[in-house]
């Protein structure tokens, strides 16, 4: 590809965007990161073979981008069977993001990148690019090779297994005010005070990627949650006063935790209900995927 090459220009005017197709559909920002160079080299082949015949190389690059992506995504079902633990999503710093990736905050939660992962390759994809991309079923269809009915039944299939719907994210008071007291009562081992904050049927996935000592499985229940928390807070401030300290952080888009603890860092995504309570907690702590969000 030449500088000044039809393919080329495409390409950094669209790199970004990609970017953010593929991160949305693999959880992964290196590897959406690598997708996107592969079709740069893919377009380089398909210049210098066939470039007059590409009506739209921006059509052309996104449709390489998801197709790779979903082949991507059928190679990692089988290694993440074997994952130590609950796989999480790759945060990243919402600063770090390219303007092109945050655009549009939809799907961009690590609460949703993980819930896609009950998604099939094609459902996922037609879901990231019809909600976060806003690409009509026509052109999701010519990408998918699927016909335009077919991909509104994939998008809505998934959105109903997600349970996406259009009401508006928690922005509230109550959403700040929880993630403060949760910074408070982390950092001083109020485990009384987590009780409250946690809606009594919450979720907590930690990710460890046996690096990292965490839960094997999710812990369901808040009663659970604050036996394992007061585990860990308890033996880390027996060693010292001010083992525990935790900062709010802004990742995907959406405010989280970053709780260090002695020798070990994690970081927390939220998931709160209307009322500002905690019904979803991911727990990052394997560390490779911490290097995108500052220490």
Not at 53 to 70: H, K, N, Q
């Amino acid at each position: 590809m030449t500088a000044a090459s039809p393919a080329a220009e495409a390409w950094r005017a669209e790199q970004h965007r990609l970017t953010g197709i593929a991160y949305r559909m693999l959880g992964d920002y290196g590897l959406a990161e690598d997708v996107v160079s592969e079709v740069a080299l893919a377009a380089v082949r398909a210049e210098r073979t066939g470039g007059a015949e590409v009506r739209s190389w921006p059509a052309w690059l996104t449709t390489v981008c998801v197709r790779r992506s979903v082949d991507q995504l059928r190679e990692l079902a089988a290694e993440r069977e074997f994952y130590p633990g609950p796989w999480l999503p790759e945060p990243v710093a919402t600063d770090r993001l390219p303007e092109d990736v945050v655009a549009d905050r939809e799907l961009l939660s690590i609460g949703l990148l993980h819930l896609a992962e009950q998604l099939s390759p094609h459902a996922r994809a037609a879901l990231v690019l019809h909600r976060g991309f806003r690409m009509t079923s026509a052109e999701i269809g010519t990408v998918l090779e699927r016909s335009p009915a077919a991909v509104r039944q994939l998008v809505s299939r998934a959105e109903r297994r997600l349970q996406i719907d259009d009401a508006p994210p928690v922005r509230s008071a109550a959403a700040a005010q929880t993630l403060s007291a949760m910074v408070t009562a982390i950092e001083r081992g109020e485990v009384a005070t987590l009780v409250h904050l946690l809606a009594e049927d919450a979720v907590l996935w930690t990710d460890g990627g046996g690096k990292t000592r965490a839960a094997r499985n999710p812990i369901y229940g808040a009663d659970r949650i604050i036996r394992f928390y007061t585990g860990v807070f308890t033996a880390a401030i027996t060693q010292r006063p001010d083992a525990v300290r935790a900062r709010l952080v802004h990742i995907n888009g959406e405010p989280g935790l970053d709780v260090r603890t002695l020798d070990r860092r994690d970081l927390v995504a939220l998931d709160l209900d209307p009322a500002g309570q905690v019904r979803g907690v991911r727990q990052i702590a394997n560390p490779d995927k911490l290097t995108r969000v500052p220490v």
